[in-house]
């Protein structure tokens, strides 16, 4: 049995100067905040644009309005992502243009181009980057917002800790489950399941584990794995679902009959159980 995850990606941060197509306006400004498609200086994305969870998220931005003294410049800015929730989905990036200007240089304008991972699990919605920009030497600051929506499967909504969809598959890579869980003697039994409803501590700390039994028809433990395997994690973005699998080889002295699978899941941070069971059938091997 194990628990999928997808480690976190990384994000890059480059500042660069361009020629504006026309003079800075007045004032402190966001120069058209823009996210691009699939790649940095990428078209923008269409309105109709729709991420997937995981993926990477292009974004760069201009400022202009800015002060100048003594041929020096000082910004500072901060870009946070949160969900439809308001909750962050990554550290807050921070980052500053301090350049030294020459009279060539006085109609140029910043430019701050940001790589971004989105994490690995997030529930369909409208998201939003939130820019804060401050100008050190005016004391001055303005804030943007640039939305974006994320496609995707609502997480499935529970009254506790629970183990859904337990089904058993022919293959490894079998998108569906099969319709009649048989397998020959001499297979491998492959078993997936999620697990939701589990609590999370500080930090989104998490800590789950989990036993795995076999019964015969007649109700009796045949076999029993009391610590199958154990996950614990504290992801920026808290974690809602959890991907099980286990594996079972049936090897040639077991009997051709019908037979129970058990999990039992333990929540360490809840401090509460639950198991779920399915039934399968081995036959001979064929002929």
């Known amino acids: 049995m194990k628990f999928l995850f997808f480690a976190p990606l990384f994000f890059t941060a480059a500042v660069g100067f361009a020629q504006p197509p026309a003079a800075s306006p007045r004032g402190l400004s966001v120069i058209r905040p823009t996210l691009h498609y699939k790649q940095e200086e990428g078209a923008a994305i269409p309105d109709t644009y729709k991420y997937t969870a995981?993926?990477?998220?292009?974004f760069s931005f201009r400022i202009g309005g800015f002060t100048v003294q003594k041929d020096k410049v000082?910004?500072?800015?901060?870009?946070?992502?949160?969900?439809?929730?308001g909750l962050l989905l990554?550290?807050?990036?921070?980052?500053?243009?301090?350049?030294?200007?020459?009279?060539?240089?006085?109609?140029?304008?910043?430019?701050?181009?940001?790589?971004?991972?989105?994490?690995?699990?997030?529930?369909?919605?409208?998201?939003?980057?939130?820019?804060?920009?401050a100008d050190e030497l005016a004391k001055t600051s303005i804030d943007t917002e640039t939305g974006f929506n994320v496609s995707g499967r609502p997480f499935p909504v529970v009254q506790g800790l629970s183990i859904?969809?337990?089904?058993?598959?022919?293959?490894?890579?079998?998108?569906?489950?099969?319709?009649?869980?048989?397998?020959?003697?001499?297979?491998?039994?492959?078993?997936?399941f999620e697990l939701a409803g589990f609590k999370l501590g500080a930090k989104n700390r998490f800590e789950v584990d989990y036993s795995l039994s076999v019964l015969n028809a007649a109700g009796k433990?045949?076999?029993?794995?009391?610590?199958?395997?154990?996950?614990?994690n504290s992801p920026y973005y808290p974690q809602r679902l959890l991907n099980g699998e286990l594996t079972l080889n049936l090897n040639p002295g077991v009997l051709a009959a019908e037979y129970t699978l058990l999990v039992k899941v333990k929540d360490h941070v809840g401090g509460?159980?639950?198991?779920?069971?399915?039934?399968?059938?081995?036959?001979?091997?064929?002929?």
């Open 54 to 58: 995981g993926e990477l998220l292009y």
């Open 74 to 85: 000082d910004l500072r800015w901060q870009l946070v992502a949160v969900d439809p929730e």
């Open 90 to 133: 990554m550290a807050p990036l921070n980052g500053a243009v301090q350049e030294e200007l020459s009279d060539n240089d006085k109609n140029w304008l910043p430019k701050v181009v940001q790589t971004l991972p989105l994490p690995a699990q997030l529930p369909p919605g409208a998201y939003k980057l939130k820019l804060h920009v």
């Open 164 to 192: 859904l969809n337990l089904r058993f598959l022919r293959n490894p890579s079998d998108r569906q489950p099969m319709e009649n869980a048989i397998y020959h003697v001499g297979e491998t039994l492959i078993a997936r």
């Open 221 to 232: 433990v045949l076999f029993t794995q009391p610590q199958a395997a154990s996950e614990t």
């Open 272 to 287: 509460v159980e639950t198991e779920s069971s399915a039934k399968f059938t081995v036959a001979p091997p064929p002929n």
